[in-house]
């Protein structure tokens, strides 16, 4: 069993940067690959960026370029560097782990760290 826990969001304004943490109950950079979705209100939930066991990365096109994913020293913890944030970025953020082998043998989520872009 693999806790998440989210942390980091927050009200920022239009062009301002939030650095979002996931910290692991356990190490998971070897048996986990991890993403980053987001919901916003009255949306379906949507990938964001994705993090190999490998180590490598990838994001979706609206946050290309201005979003960077990545890990901490320690084995248990993810981060998501956000810049130049968008009122479209607004939407609650959620860390998710999946087992190597399979969602069958291990798919987490962490409870959600709300990211609100306004002016």
């Known amino acids: 069993q693999v806790q998440l826990v989210e942390s980091g969001g927050g009200l920022v304004q239009p062009g301002g940067s939030l650095r979002l943490s996931c910290a692991a109950s356990?190490?998971?950079?070897?048996?986990?690959?991890m993403y980053w979705y987001r919901q916003a209100p009255g949306k379906q939930r949507e990938l964001v960026a994705a993090?190999?066991?490998?180590?490598?990365?990838n994001y979706a096109d609206s946050v290309k370029g201005r979003f960077t994913f990545s890990r901490g020293n320690a084995k248990n913890t993810v981060y998501l560097q956000m810049n130049s944030l968008k009122p479209e970025d607004t939407a609650l953020y959620y860390c998710?782990?999946?087992?190597?082998?399979?969602?069958?043998?291990?798919?987490?989520w962490g409870q959600g760290t709300q990211v609100t872009v306004s002016s």
């Open positions: 993090m190999s066991i490998g180590g490598s990365t």
């Open positions: 356990g190490t998971i950079f070897s048996i986990y690959a």
């Open positions: 998710n782990a999946v087992h190597r082998l399979g969602p069958g043998r291990g798919d987490y």
